[in-house]
């Protein structure tokens, strides 16, 4: 399974700033995506990231808040803009298992996460 | 879009139990996915299981995909599996996640 690092593992940010976090993966992947998770809540999907192309964002969520970069496969960040409390969350992002085998949908893992706290 | 049910919410065993967790989806998923989240925030992957069925130690999965539910054993439940269970599963190759199951072993 792919290795995936984030970084920062964590932050605590004034409100207004901005804040980019980094995921490395291991080995060169297709489909790279990016979730929040809210205090003591589910996991909900931002965007979906594939190197190359612009990131497709889910409902909610909108290209200037959380810009995304995907400037090759096997690295992405996600700027959280214009921060508020509201956006104290963990971020994590995920991976598609490349495999072998080559599945149509295969394994995602995830990074630890970057737990970011506004204050 | 696909919606995703986990029950319990909350669960408390006594240390050496069993238990029964399931998740119910709203439409067909051709990934599925059983997540442990540890009181450190870190997702660790249980089971990658759109049908059929697996095992891995205590725990054991099952998917009905026709009848688009899946199930999650944990037997001999031990204090170190206290944390959220989360399934999530997806068409397009994203994952939509439930809202958890919640565990709580206590010795």
Redesign the interface.
């Known amino acids: ?1 792919a290795v995936i690092s984030q970084k920062p593992s964590r932050d605590i940010c004034q409100r207004g700033t901005s804040l980019t976090i980094q995921c490395q993966v291991d080995s060169q992947v297709t ?1 790279m ?1 990016w979730y929040r ?1 809210q205090p003591g ?5 931002i965007a ?1 990231a594939n190197q190359g192309s612009e990131a497709t964002y889910e409902s909610g969520f909108v290209i200037d808040k959380f810009p995304i970069s995907r400037p090759n496969l096997t690295f992405s960040t996600l700027t959280v803009s214009n921060m508020s409390p509201e956006d104290s969350s ?1 971020y ?1 992002c ?1 991976v ?1 298992d490349p495999g072998p085998p080559v599945k ?7 990074g ?2 970057t ?1 970011l706290t506004v204050l | 879009g696909i919606q995703v049910e986990q029950s319990p919410p909350d669960l408390i065993l006594q240390e050496g139990a069993n238990s029964t967790l399931r998740c119910n989806f709203s439409d067909s998923v051709n990934n599925l996915q059983w997540f442990h989240q540890n009181p450190w925030g870190q997702l660790i992957n249980l089971f990658y299981i759109p049908s059929g069925t697996k095992q891995n130690g205590r725990l054991s999965a099952t998917t009905v995909a026709t009848e688009r539910y899946s199930l999650l054993y944990i037997s001999s439940s031990q204090t170190t599996d206290s944390g959220v269970y989360f399934c999530a599963g997806g068409s397009q190759g994203n994952l939509i996640f439930g809202k958890g199951t919640k565990l709580s072993v206590k010795p």
């Open positions: 399974s489909m995506f998770q809540q589910s996991l909900t999907l979906t963990i994590l995920s598609e149509s949908y295969n394994e995602q893992f995830f630890p996460g737990r």
